[in-house]
């Protein structure tokens, strides 16, 4: 199985701070990689597709870039609705396997 | 809109069975594969099996082998999972889910297996 570590596990930060957040695959998975976030209560939304590409409605400051093995999202400015947990999903070779997630705090 | 709503959660006993449905609307759904995920409470998600567009191929991992199965009715636009010999570690929300990539997802339905 491909295992994805997602790190930091939590992350805290301020309004207006930019912040990555990294996961790294066990073995290579081209760019079959998305970007979720979730909040409490709620079931994730997808950020980012195939790496880089921004879902429709999803605001500019969320960016993905990385390849193969090494992966990252950044938020470019947080802001407060930013706060939440966010996930990496692999979807390359089965089973398919997340992250272990991030969970981003108002500092 | 894709809408995708699950049911059929609810208290099972250990070695219980229990079916999940989720109905789909909004898109083309024998063009998708489908996928089930879940989530422990207050644990991340975990991905646990997944459905060709014609129900022919279907993978699970690793820990529902054996006990669960995945199943799809495209002339109603419905998923399943067929959920036997539950564990208390099964205990989670499940969420239904668009594709292989998982463009969509569902508001999830909580299983809770306990005596």
């Known amino acids: 199985d491909i295992q994805m570590t997602q790190s930091p596990s939590s992350l805290s930060a301020s309004v207006g701070d930019r912040v990555t957040i990294t996961c790294r695959a066990s073995?290579?998975?081209?760019?079959?990689l998305g970007w979720y976030q979730q909040k409490p209560g709620t079931a994730p939304k997808r950020l980012i597709a195939?790496?880089?590409s921004l879902q429709s409605g999803v605001p500019s400051r969320f960016s993905g870039s990385g390849s193969g093995t090494e992966f990252t999202l950044t938020i470019s400015s947080l802001q407060p609705e930013d706060f939440a947990t966010y996930y990496c999903?692999?979807?390359?070779?089965?089973?398919?396997?997340f992250g272990q997630g991030t969970r981003l705090e108002i500092k | 809109e894709v809408q995708l709503v699950e049911s059929g959660g609810g208290l099972v006993q250990p070695r219980g069975s229990l079916r999940l449905s989720c109905a789909a609307s909004?898109?083309?759904?024998?063009?998708?594969?489908m996928t089930w995920v879940r989530q422990a409470p207050g644990k991340g998600l975990e991905w646990v099996a997944i459905i060709s567009e014609d129900g022919s191929q279907k993978t699970y991992v690793d820990s529902v082998k054996g006990r669960f199965t995945i199943s799809r009715d495209n002339a109603e636009n419905s998923l399943f999972l067929q959920m036997n010999t539950l564990r208390v570690d099964d205990t989670a929300v499940y969420y239904c889910?668009?594709?292989?990539?998982?463009?969509?997802w569902g508001q999830g339905t909580l299983l809770t297996v306990s005596s």
């Open positions: 909004g898109f083309t759904f024998s063009d998708y594969r």
């Open positions: 889910a668009r594709g292989a990539a998982i463009a969509d």
């Open positions: 999903l692999q979807h390359n070779n089965y089973p398919f396997t």
């Open positions: 073995q290579g998975i081209r760019n079959d």
């Open positions: 195939a790496a880089s």
